[in-house]
Structure formats: structure tokens, C-alpha cells
């Protein structure tokens, strides 16, 4: 039997495994910037990851919802849109992989994926006035008669 016109690798993997696979390493990634896995799997996530920065830079609406749903995480999928997407001034090629040896006990070929250009963490707001400490709540106590 031939393996024409099959596309993507199957990681020895149900489809549904596959699928949480990819999103979870796509979590991962947009998550911590660069993330270290074998080559293999590195080369599958590119496409989708990219393809998901690259809806996530229109910034709309409808594109806030379909990241949130391809990532199934809304904090990251909102990070992505607001933070990560606005910071890349390029057009395609946002990722690259960088193969960084073999794996100490079944010699597999490991590789980083990372951004190309350099993202930058979002600096927290400083509100004018600090942070308030609550009062102890008052203890109630039984009074002797």
C-alpha cells in the first residue's frame, strides 16, 4: 500500500490523542515563548501554530474565538491575540526550529521551536495608589455573666 496524499504524521496516535497533542504543545509554546520537544513533533505543530498567530493578528472579534476554541484555553488564547500577535511585524514564518541533539535514552532528535522575532513579556500596570491591607475581621467573643 502506497502513503500518497496522506498529510501530517500520526505519532502512533488516535486522531483525538493526535489533536490533544497539538494543542497542547501549541499551549506550551505560545504559553513559554519556545518549548523543547523532539524534531518530529516540532515540524507537525509549525503549521497549525502559525496559522493560528496569523489569525490571531487580525484581532477581531471572530478572531479571538476561533484561537480560543483551537487552543481550548482562554487566558492563552487572549494573551496571544492582545500581546503576542500585535508584537510581529512579519508576514508568515513567525516560528523557527532549531534541532538541539538526540534524546539521552531512545536517541530521538530533539529541536526548540521558537518565535523569529523576539516577544516581549507585557508590563503589569502600577495602580497610583498601593494596595490597601484589610482590617482583621473583628473576633467574636462569648461575654460570662
Do not use: C, W
Not at 48 to 77: C, F, H, M, N, Y
Not at 109 to 136: G, R, Y
Request: positive net charge; hydrophobic residues 30%; proline residues 3%.
Amino acid at each position: 500500500m502506497h502513503r500518497h496524499g496522506y498529510k501530517g504524521r500520526k505519532f502512533g496516535r488516535e486522531n483525538d490523542q493526535r489533536t490533544a497533542l497539538t494543542r497542547g504543545l501549541m499551549r506550551s509554546l505560545f504559553k513559554y515563548k519556545s518549548i523543547n520537544t523532539t524534531l518530529a513533533k516540532a515540524k507537525e505543530i509549525r503549521r497549525p501554530a502559525e496559522k493560528l498567530i496569523t489569525i490571531a493578528k487580525k484581532g477581531d472579534l471572530a478572531s479571538r474565538r476561533l484561537v480560543i476554541a483551537r487552543l481550548d484555553d482562554q487566558l492563552i488564547g487572549n494573551d496571544l491575540v492582545d500581546n503576542i500577535a500585535p508584537q510581529i511585524k512579519r508576514d508568515s514564518g513567525y516560528l523557527k526550529i532549531e534541532r538541539t541533539g538526540y534524546r539521552r535514552g531512545d536517541n530521538s532528535e530533539m529541536a526548540t521551536i521558537s518565535f523569529v522575532d523576539e516577544i516581549s513579556e507585557p508590563v503589569a500596570e502600577k495602580a497610583d495608589k498601593p494596595a490597601e491591607k484589610k482590617a482583621p475581621a473583628k473576633a467574636t467573643k462569648k461575654e460570662d455573666k
